[in-house]
Structures are given as C-alpha cells and as structure tokens.
C-alpha cells in the first residue's frame, strides 16, 4: 500500500479564497483523522470519521471549516474563506481500531 | 488546554550524551504512543505502551508508562544525530479511538 496520500502538498492562496486539501486513506482502515500542526499550537485534532461518518468535530475552529468523507476512499478537508491565521500543515492520518495511526505528509496551507 | 504536556519543550544536546522526555497528563489513558516527525513529513510511529508500569526498548530507546496510566517517560541513551526530531506522545482515551497529541520536544543531537 501506498500510505496515506494527501494532496497537494503545498497550497498558496489569497485570503478569502476557498482551499480544498484532500486525502487518500490506507485501504481498509475505518478511522480517518484531520489534524493540523502549528508551531505555536503544536499538533491539534480537527475532526474525526469512523466507517465515513464523522464522530467528533469539536476540533474545528469555525464555520469556515468543513469536512467530508463520501466514501472510504477519500475524505476532504475545505476552507472558505480562507485567512491568514489558517495558514499551517494539515495533516490526515487514518487507522484501524485499537491500532497506530498512519499519517501522511502534510499539506502546508500559505493564506496570504 | 492540552491533555498531553511534554517536557522540554526543546533539548539541544551533545553526540553521545543521555536524555528524558516527559509526557504528563491529568486523564488516564488506555495506551500512549511515541511519535517521532522529522522535518517535511508526518508523525511516525515508535511504540505503543499499553499496561500500567510498561517498559518497552527499541535499540537505544526505553518507552515507560506510568503505573496509573496518565504518564510517560522517552529515555535515549547516547544520543545520535540520527535521533534528531519532533518526538510526540499522543494518548488514546479509554473507549474512544481519537488520538490527542502531547505538545511535544523538539530534540538536536550535536554531532
């Protein structure tokens, strides 16, 4: 298996446009994670999926966070508009039950 | 607020001198995993520790858990500059499968 897959791996963009971030989970496993790492904040947990569906959002900092996960295969991570203060490396990790995380490597978002 | 608390925040040390990382936390968790991330990459796995009072070893690395399970402990003896990174604690709650990262210890090994 490939690992986990993010793309794209950079990301520049102008404040208030929208950003999309996208991963690819390792087949097979049932728990998708959105983290994202700052030096000030460190590593936080954005949001999680368990089968597809999203189990804990609480991580997400605003409205203008959203994620999906279609299907086992793909979940994507948007923000519109998107700001300054967002600009950070997004991580996906996926996982199996009971089991280590697998991340990829990373999305650094550049909001101008 | 974090759940997980590391200490130091930062270790810059000298080829072939011994080092701890502490990883504290109030809550009990079910198991505790070390993560080291080198620049441009994820976090990757080191170990899980999963019973209270644990002591694992990966070559020049020993991973212990706390006897109540809210602590660990990463002790590398004769550092490398190989060992150079981000080491991360990250505890999975009982019952639940969302990992929580420590805010973790940015470690340099001086050749």
């Known amino acids: 298996d490939a690992g986990v897959i993010q793309s794209p791996r950079h990301e520049v963009t102008e404040m208030g446009q929208e950003v999309t971030l996208r991963c690819k989970p390792i087949?097979?496993?049932?728990?998708l994670f959105w983290y994202r790492q700052t030096m000030m904040r460190g590593l936080e947990l954005l949001i999680y999926?368990?089968?597809?569906?999203?189990?804990?959002d609480s991580g997400m900092p605003e409205d203008r966070f959203s994620a999906k996960m279609p299907n086992a295969s793909f979940s994507t991570l948007k923000i519109q508009p998107s700001e300054p203060r967002d600009s950070a490396v997004y991580f996906c990790a996926t996982k199996l039950s009971g089991t280590e995380a697998f991340f990829g490597q990373g999305t650094r978002l550049t909001v101008v | 607020t974090q759940l997980l608390e590391q200490s130091p925040q930062f270790l810059s040390i000298q080829e072939g001198e011994n080092l701890t990382v502490y990883c504290n936390s109030s809550?009990?968790?079910?198991?505790l995993q070390w993560y080291r991330q080198e620049p441009g990459e994820g976090p990757v796995l080191l170990v899980t520790v999963v019973t209270g009072g644990e002591v694992k070893k990966l070559k020049r690395l020993t991973f212990q858990f706390g006897d109540a399970r809210k602590d660990s402990s990463l002790h590398i003896t004769a550092a490398q500059p190989g060992d150079t990174g981000l080491y991360l604690c990250a505890g999975d709650r009982t019952g639940a499968n969302n990992l929580f990262f420590g805010t973790g210890t940015r470690l340099t090994v001086i050749p």
């Open positions: 087949s097979g496993h049932d728990y």
């Open positions: 809550s009990v968790f079910s198991s």
């Open positions: 999926f368990n089968n597809n569906v999203p189990i804990d």
